[in-house]
């Protein structure tokens, strides 16, 4: 009985701090710089060359990305507006991305049917371009 005892709570000790180190490193991994660490970048990163952005604007980091009909997205996530008309945050890039029709109507960049889940990533990968 004793025995059990002594040899189950050190176990039940070292789970205990196992926890504790878990629920730490989850917080402690939480969007370090704003909203930019929201979504994957990597993928957003691919996905900007597989959407094509590139044919229109210069996005560092992206190959062959070098279209000059819209404005450099270079060091995007210093800038203070997404196309002069938002506060540049995640929320409103998505918007942007998704459906730049509906924020500067007849402005020159076409809807291109990005889904949620691209537009979080695409969003990512700007905003941490510095
Ligand atoms: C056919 C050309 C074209 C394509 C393709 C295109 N854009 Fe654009 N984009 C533009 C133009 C033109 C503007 C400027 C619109 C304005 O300011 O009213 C713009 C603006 C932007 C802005 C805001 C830039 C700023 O300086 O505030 C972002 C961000 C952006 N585009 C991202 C993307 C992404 C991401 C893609 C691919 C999913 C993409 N664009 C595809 C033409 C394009």
Redesign the pocket.
Known sequence: MSSLRSGALPWLAGLAAALVVVGCSSQGSAVPSGESQLGDPERGSR??SD???G???V?PGVRDAD?Q???P?TE?GR?S?????LP?NAEN?QR??RD?QDV?PG????D?G?STIDARD?AAY?LSLE
């Open positions: 996905l900007i959407y094509g952005c044919s229109c604007h996005v279209g009909v819209g404005p997205l995007f800038r507006y997404v196309a002069g008309m540049n890039l942007w991305i730049p500067v402005n020159a960049m076409p291109l990005v695409i700007l």
